[in-house]
């Protein structure tokens, strides 16, 4: 029975490291892709470090599988550049390109064996028959396959093909693996036992990877940086840290954290903060120091996690608990706040510390968790 389950941990990283590489892994420089008048990737740019996990995230439609697509050398950019390491390898064939791929459907040829599935890149490369039994053996137990590579792949489960197709981008070393989507089709504990793994092994073996996902938590919980994408542009390259705590635009702060915004005026700046008086209530909501002018429309963007409940008249609102949710660890609460209509203010309270539904409650945030946005930013 065991051996069709998933063992857990299944990460066995022994030996075998990579070179540590260093330097410049890949760079893009204004790369496009249209579709007659759709903009499918307009003018991205990046720079990506040896040994760096970069994931792209963005909204179905966005422009993720088309830039990885053009990385990879299966779709032809209209304009802009792609290097690997030092090399121009845009005009390079993909099996010239030296980079690995795992994708969303598995694509194992299901009339070899795992062992055959994983060494049939280095078939295709004429490596010796002696060399490919040790490289394969070592690649599938850091996988933790071991003793699978006599099966078929209708043989294993949904998670142990993935993690085959894993292997087989794996073991001719490749200086930057790419993926798309490759646990998209797993449901989500193993999904959530897989990120670990590869986040393991990537970290083990210091591989470069870019990952594609449209899984906010997939991408925070995987990533060294972050590049939000939103109809074809990247709308903020950065850690997850960053994205989280200093997004750019609305669009990021929404994306990443489901922010609240609240809208109203600059009022005052001092040297610490900036102070801004809210439309919904008229009252003074302290954040961090922005450079904006004094009367100018704003939305503030704060995280649900970031908000606390305090005594009504504490915070710098108070409202009415209207539904409060227990989702394990958390408690998700939605706060009626006085005055006015306005959207339910989300917070999310770690259990146990209240609030429970109708309670009165006030609302209170540390400046520093207050992002500003001139409301002309859309969004
Ligand atoms: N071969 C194609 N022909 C025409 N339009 C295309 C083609 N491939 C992609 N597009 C368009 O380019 C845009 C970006 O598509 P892409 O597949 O890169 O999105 P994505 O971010 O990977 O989305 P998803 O999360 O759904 O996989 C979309 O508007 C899509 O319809
Ligand atoms: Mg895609």
């Known amino acids: 029975m065991a051996e069709f389950g998933i063992a857990a941990p299944s990460v066995k990283v022994t030996g075998g490291k990579l070179p540590t590489a260093t330097g410049k892994a ?146 001719y070393r490749p200086p930057v693996i790419l993926m798309d989507e490759p646990l998209g089709a797993l449901d989500k504990k193993l999904r959530d036992q897989l990120q670990v793994e590869i986040k393991a092994i990537q970290q083990e073996l210091g591989l470069t990877v870019i990952y594609v996902t449209h899984d906010q938590e997939e991408a925070l919980v995987m990533s060294d940086r972050i590049a939000v994408m939103r109809n074809g542009l990247i709308e903020q390259f950065d850690t997850p840290r960053e994205l989280f705590e200093r997004p750019r635009t609305p669009f990021v702060a929404d994306f990443l954290g489901a922010a609240n915004f609240l809208p109203g005026r600059v009022e005052q700046h001092t040297d610490e903060h900036t102070l801004v008086r809210l439309d919904q209530n008229g009252s003074l909501l302290t954040a961090r120091r922005h450079d904006l002018a004094t009367g100018a429309a704003v939305k503030a963007a704060v995280q649900p996690g970031r908000l606390r409940a305090c005594a009504p008249g504490d915070g710098f609102c108070a409202g009415t608990v209207e539904i409060a949710t227990y989702v394990g660890t958390i408690v998700r609460a939605g706060v009626r706040i006085d005055g006015g209509e306005a959207p339910l203010l989300r917070l999310e309270i770690p259990a146990g510390r209240g609030p429970v539904a109708a309670e009165r409650v006030g609302v209170t945030v540390d400046p520093g968790d207050v992002n500003l946005f001139p409301t002309e930013q859309g969004g």
């Open 26 to 171: 890949l760079s893009v420089v204004a790369l496009r892709k249209t579709y007659g008048d759709v903009v499918a990737v307009d003018e991205a740019s990046m720079e990506i470090a040896a040994g760096e996990f970069v994931t792209f995230l963005g909204a179905s439609g966005s422009g993720k599988t088309t830039t990885l697509m053009m990385l990879a050398g299966f779709c032809e950019p209209d304009s802009g550049t792609i290097t690997v390491g030092d090399r121009d390898v845009t005009k390079l064939a993909p099996q010239k390109r030296n980079l690995g791929f795992v994708f969303q459907q598995y694509l194992l040829f299901p009339h070899m064996t795992v062992s055959e599935n994983v060494a049939f890149p280095l078939t295709l490369r004429g490596v010796p028959k002696d060399e490919i039994r040790r490289r394969v053996g070592e690649t599938l137990e850091i996988a933790g396959l071991s003793g699978f590579g006599g099966r078929r792949p209708r043989e294993l489960s949904g998670g142990q093909q993935q993690r085959v197709a894993l292997c087989r981008a794996l073991v």
